[in-house]
T-cell receptor, first 114, second 116 residues
């Protein structure tokens, strides 16, 4: 069966510090991968998605970037965090042929920028 | 662009009763899909049920069913025989078909509280 791992679970970082959140998927190959962010009391906003190694698409301009160095690894990064980067970050995967295919989410990372 | 509206910020239901969580959507795509997810306090998003716009029958998954009314652009989630473990946030989402990947647009969610 497929599993998705996301870490760390919580993170407190000062403004201006770098960020690296990692996500890995097991039990499937060539998945579509996604990073979503959930602000407090809000729905989820798609940040990045990837259909293959090195292929990253950004949904919104922001202080963050994403990379996919391996087929089942997806990394969310920032060089300098802003207060507005605080939130709950969720990694997700779906089958490559995404029609009718639900997103499967990791447990999320709660990021607080102080 | 797609949009999901969930007008109920919070709902209360007694254990073993049924509850309906509202979702209306807006899209210009001729073909689309609708999802419901559950988010417990622990934070993970759990997929519950899917409805395709061309599906003839309403989707059902165990105690979950989707009341899909295409003309009204609504896709309400019905939970039968509520359990204490159903207390969580519930999100409705719409996908764009024919893209090969899941660019879901989520609503703001409804918090469901099940009381004994």
């Amino acid at each position: 069966s497929q599993t998705i791992h996301q870490w760390p679970a919580t993170l407190v970082q000062p403004v201006g510090s770098p960020l690296s959140l990692e996500c890995t998927v097991e039990g499937t190959s060539n998945p579509n991968l996604y990073w979503y962010r959930q602000a407090a009391g809000r729905g989820l906003q798609l940040l990045f998605y990837s259909v293959g190694i090195g292929q990253i698409s950004s949904e919104v301009p922001q202080n963050l970037s994403a990379s996919r160095p391996q087929d089942r690894q997806f990394i969310l990064s920032s060089k300098k965090l802003l207060l507005s980067d605080s939130g709950f970050y969720l990694c997700a995967w779906s089958r490559a042929q995404g029609m009718h295919s639900p997103l499967h989410f990791g447990n999320g990372t709660r990021l607080t920028v102080t | 662009a797609q949009k999901i509206t969930q007008t109920q910020p919070g709902m209360f239901v007694q254990e073993k009763e049924a509850v309906t969580l509202d979702c209306t959507y807006d899209t210009s795509d001729p073909s689309y899909g609708l999802f419901w997810y559950k988010q417990p306090s622990s934070g993970e998003m759990i997929f519950l049920i899917y409805q395709g716009s061309y599906d003839q029958q309403n989707a059902t998954e165990g105690r979950y069913s989707l009341n899909f009314q295409k003309a009204r652009k609504s896709a309400n989630l019905v939970i039968s025989a509520s359990q204490l473990g159903d207390s969580a946030m519930y999100f409705c989402a719409i996908e764009r078909k024919n893209t090969g990947f899941q660019k879901l647009v989520f609503g703001t969610g409804t918090r469901l509280l099940v009381s004994p």
